[in-house]
Nanobody, 115 residues
Framework: LQLVESGGDWLQSAGSLRLSCAAS????????MSWYRQAPGTERELVAT????????YYADSVKGRFTISRDNAKNTVYLQMNALKPEDTAVYYC?????????WGQGTQVTVSS
C-alpha cells in the first residue's frame, strides 16, 4: 500500500495551492480518505475527509470555506484545493487512508505560507 503526496510549495498569503495524493495497493474507491496537517511543535490535526463515493465531506472549522477535498476514483487520487491561504496554514500535509485493517499515511508534503 502506498500514498504519495505532491503539490506542496512556498507561497504568499492569500494564494492558492492544490495538493494531490496518489494511492495504490488497495481498493481506493471503497475507503474514506483524509488530509491531515502538522505544524512544528503541534499535534497532527485533521483538515478534511471525503467518503468513498465522494458524497460526504468533513472540514475542520479552520479551513471551512477555503479548502475543498475531492477524489477521482478512476485515478486513485485525492485532492485538496486550498484557497485564501494564511500563514497559519503552514504545515506538513499528510494523506491518510482509513482502511479496515488500520490507518495508512503518506510521507507528507510541505506547505509554507508567508505573510
Amino acid at each position: 500500500l502506498q500514498l504519495v503526496e505532491s503539490g506542496g510549495d512556498w507561497l504568499q498569503s492569500a494564494g492558492s495551492l492544490r495538493l494531490s495524493c496518489a494511492a495504490s495497493g488497495f481498493t481506493f474507491s471503497s475507503y474514506a480518505m483524509s488530509w491531515y496537517r502538522q505544524a512544528p511543535g503541534t499535534e497532527r490535526e485533521l483538515v478534511a475527509t471525503i467518503y468513498s463515493a465522494g458524497a460526504y465531506t468533513y472540514y475542520a472549522d479552520s479551513v471551512k470555506g477555503r479548502f475543498t477535498i475531492s477524489r477521482d476514483n478512476a485515478k486513485n487520487t485525492v485532492y485538496l484545493q486550498m484557497n485564501a491561504l494564511k500563514p497559519e496554514d503552514t504545515a506538513v500535509y499528510y494523506c491518510n487512508a482509513a482502511l479496515t485493517k488500520g490507518a495508512y499515511w503518506g510521507q507528507g508534503t510541505q506547505v509554507t505560507v508567508s505573510s
